[in-house]
């Protein structure tokens, strides 16, 4: 027992150099003892618990001991494949408070058996980033409902679960209670991601402190559970000093608890991570700065992260085996509008999984069908490009196609060019619009293809075809079949 509680007394010491307590802060050690059962009280066993520095199981009965000391926030279990998600509201409930305890205390979980599901669809938002309350409104109004719609459009067999990767609100607090209120509308439990506007600015210099209002809506800030073969982890990869001064980082003992929660996670289960920064930028240059060591302790897993932070459209290839989804913003910018400065709408990423396996992935623009990727523009819309067609592949990456037919004849590859969104251009430029934030200002964006057609009149049909084989269609001056 004493050699558990020097090995915690040093993880906690080591979590001090990146959580900014005060190195003279009392160290205080304590017994957590519980069980995780089911409603009649039966014991479920191989459960994982932790306190975010340490891991254990649950044993043959259910219980489980381990020594905790006061700086943990949390104890919180790792939801098991074949268990209920408990919530309130669809916000998960996996985790109880023990923050400023001194002294041994018990904390019991109960689960409530289920099926493990075959199929998932795991739906990510990144940056909703509500400020003002009509933003707000729209989120509620617009994002949530197109998201249950969603869902109504798949069969019962396939099961949802959802996260939110960073950005909740920008740097407003007080919207918490109507951002957790919002997803009373979905059908199925939502997780939240903690990103550099969630934090408190008015606590600086104090990373550790200053995630308490996330936390007080939404619990621990680094978690994991599990849906199907897949296992899924949260990670809060801001490093917090002040509102413009944060480090894309993950702390050590964050790496130092995934590290010992893979440890129960069998190498042929698909890990599944949402962070708030992606680990490289869409110009290849690296944000995360401790990437290496992230795919050290990964290493031997097949993984999909899927991250925000950056308001653009990306697919990189992190490492063998890893791959990280960067999403779009589903504000669009400030909710400003119904796209982003670059031209992508507002939306969220949509991943389907089957067994241990990623089989489809699409960017769902929000009150769009799902089959549309894709805005065309007739000659003469892109000043640079007066005489051709320009297409805007708003999720593509390099491992797609973008054709092109005219007049029924294909005529190969549209050309990949850098330029504006010519949609957004005209909604963005200017000093004096948009009205919701007239400084922003239209963004160049490298998803555009382009091709000169022989006759401006003739049919011009454009197909894309994503990494998963889905095709896209649209067309020019279409003539009926």
């Not at 489980?64 to 104890?75: G, L, P, R, V, W």
Request: with cysteine; proline share 5%.
């Amino acid at each position: 027992m004493n050699s558990i509680r020097y090995f915690a007394l040093f993880v906690f010491l080591c979590g001090l150099l990146t959580t900014g307590l005060h190195a003279q802060t009392t160290l205080v050690s304590f017994t957590v003892s519980g069980k995780v059962s089911t409603p009649e009280n039966t014991g479920i066993a191989n459960v994982v618990v932790s306190d975010g520095y340490q891991v254990t199981t649950t044993n043959a009965k259910g219980e489980y001991t381990m020594q905790s000391m006061n700086f943990a926030k949390h104890i919180f279990i790792s939801v098991p494949a074949d268990y209920d998600i408990p919530h309130k509201g669809n916000i998960p409930r996996f985790y109880k408070s023990i923050k400023g305890t001194t002294s041994d205390i018990t904390i019991n979980f109960t689960l409530i058996k289920k099926e493990k599901d075959k199929k998932l669809v795991f739906v990510v938002m990144a940056d909703p980033q509500a400020q003002i309350p009509a933003d707000m409104k729209r989120f509620t109004a617009e994002t949530i409902p197109d998201i249950e719609t969603l869902k109504s459009s798949y069969p019962d067999d396939v099961t949802f679960i959802g996260m939110t990767a960073g950005d909740l609100l920008w740097d407003a607090p007080k919207m918490y209670p109507d951002y957790a209120k919002a997803f009373e509308q979905l059908t199925f439990p939502f997780y939240q991601v903690i990103g550099n506007h969630d934090y408190d600015q008015t606590v600086k210099g104090n990373d550790y402190e200053s995630s308490h209002n996330f936390e007080s809506h939404f619990g621990p800030t680094y978690y994991s559970f599990n849906r199907g073969d897949c296992h899924f982890v949260a990670l809060d990869n801001i490093i917090y000093n002040t509102r413009p001064d944060y480090q894309e980082e993950i702390s050590r003992e964050q790496l130092d608890w995934l590290q010992q929660d893979l440890k129960y996670v069998d190498k042929e289960k698909l890990i599944i991570i949402s962070m708030h920064s992606p680990a490289y930028r869409r110009d290849g240059k690296k944000i995360l700065n401790n990437t290496a060591e992230l795919v050290k302790i990964l290493k031997g897993y097949k993984v999909l992260i899927v991250s925000g932070h950056t308001h653009r459209m990306n697919k990189a290839v992190v490492a063998k085996d890893i791959v990280d989804y960067t999403l779009s913003p589903t504000m669009g910018n400030s909710w400003a509008g119904d796209f982003n400065v670059d031209g992508c709408p507002n939306g969220y990423g949509v991943f389907e999984i089957k067994g241990n396996q990623l089989v489809n992935q699409y960017y769902k623009s929000t009150g769009q069908s799902k089959d549309y990727q894709m805005k065309v523009y007739p000659a003469g819309s892109v000043p640079e490009l007066p005489k051709s067609v320009v297409a805007h592949v708003w999720n593509y990456s390099q491992d797609w196609k973008v054709e092109v037919y005219e007049a029924g004849n294909y005529k190969g590859k549209m050309t990949n060019t850098t330029g504006y969104d010519p949609d957004a251009y005209d909604f963005y430029l200017g000093a004096q619009k948009p009205a919701r934030k007239p400084k922003l200002e239209p963004a160049k964006t490298s998803n555009l293809f382009y091709y000169t057609p022989k006759d401006n009149k003739s049919e011009v049909k454009v197909v894309v075809t994503d990494c998963f084989g889905n095709t896209y269609v649209e067309y020019l001056n279409r003539i009926s079949d």
